[in-house]
């Protein structure tokens, strides 16, 4: 199976556009679906989880055609492609095991996407860039429905939608944010911040989600459960408490450009000028230094970086991608040179 569509563009989730884009990456909202008169997947038979991933590809194929082009069955791809698709957040870690009946359908814009026998038989998935709960929302509303039309869902009226894990029954909602917050991490606010969110039942978690760390002061918060809440008070709920947290940073950003504004600029420039010259960089340091970097592009500190170009290569330097597009496998110091030379050649234009 050939990924090379993905080797030269970038998701929906790293355009780096739409409102609140300098800290707000992107909006997700995901939904959490079972078909109706089949075992759920920890009870089901290899051939029904086949069964059900022929019949939903199908339609996803063939009656709506947006998904044509970018559908792949996990057991058809290498372990690299697969964490493409991880690194690009189409797929979770768990869905990228190689066992037959898992699938991924995409439209070209990889804004609307489906996980097919993830942790549920279906895994809808809608991303925007910038705060867009609201607009995402509508949108996999949209097509859940039309697919509800075709598909029927195991469903209670006393509970709503059954799923696999107790905290998604009900509406089967999961929203989330992804937001870059470098000047709560700078001034130690982070903690104090996210303990009083787990407080009122949100979830915060790394860059690829659950279990993972936040590289690049990159962060995901999200609603923990979903019973007994309709949606629009689930992604208003979320929304609200975002904006605080973006109010915060853009006060610590200007308590940090103020307070010490030489040993900020240092900071931030020191930083821009070695992703220009370094020629070994390791994963972990080139995350911290592009979120260094994105700060001084949306602060104006470095004024003539495109904050775009700094998106894309949070995603260009990780190594699936590495991998895919030098053409072959590479041990940790060709992936920590081939990183620091890909950083530097799209560097070269901003002074």
């Not at 190689?98 to 439209?107: D, K, L, V």
């Not at 390791?282 to 775009?308: F, I, K, N, W, Y």
Request: neutral net charge.
């Amino acid at each position: 199976m050939d990924l090379d569509v993905f080797g030269s563009s970038v998701g929906e989730w790293l355009k780096g556009d739409g409102p609140e884009s300098d800290i707000v990456i992107s909006s997700r909202v995901r939904l959490a679906r079972n078909l109706s008169g089949h075992n759920f997947l920890a009870r089901a038979q290899q051939d029904e989880l086949e069964s059900i991933e022929a019949s939903v590809g199908r339609y996803l194929r063939e009656k709506d055609g947006r998904f044509k082009r970018l559908y792949f069955r996990m057991q058809e791809l290498s372990e690299m492609e697969r964490y493409i698709l991880v690194e690009r957040h189409l797929i979770s870690r768990e869905h990228s095991r190689a066992e037959p009946g898992r699938a991924i359908a995409s439209t070209d814009d990889e804004r609307l996407s489906v996980m097919i026998n993830e942790e549920d038989h279906l895994r809808v998935q809608m991303l925007r860039s910038g705060l867009r709960l609201e607009e995402a929302w509508r949108e996999a509303d949209g097509f859940d429905n039309r697919l509800s039309e075709h598909f029927g869902y195991a469903f209670s009226p006393k509970y709503g939608y059954l799923t696999a894990c107790p905290t998604n029954v009900g509406t089967g909602m999961r929203v989330s944010v992804m937001l870059h917050l470098p000047a709560l991490v700078m001034t130690r606010e982070i903690d104090k911040l996210f303990r009083a969110i787990s407080k009122i039942n949100l979830a915060v978690r790394g860059l690829y989600g659950e279990g993972t760390q936040a590289y690049g002061d990159l962060y995901q918060i999200s609603n923990q459960a979903s019973l007994g809440k309709s949606e629009t008070r689930i992604f208003e709920n979320l929304e609200s408490v975002v904006a605080s947290v973006i109010a915060y940073e853009r006060k610590a950003r200007e308590r940090i450009l103020s307070a010490d504004k030489i040993k900020t600029h240092d900071r931030l420039w020191r930083a821009f000028g070695m992703l220009k010259t370094v020629h070994l960089l390791s994963s972990e340091e080139m995350m911290h230094l592009l979120s260094a970097v994105r700060l001084g592009a949306s602060t104006g500190v470095l004024p003539t970086v495109d904050a775009r170009t700094i998106n894309e290569l949070f995603l260009f330097t990780q190594p699936a991608h590495l991998q895919k597009n030098t053409g072959r496998s590479l041990n940790t110091q060709e992936r920590d040179t081939q990183r620091a030379r890909v950083i530097r050649d799209r560097l070269a234009a901003f002074n």
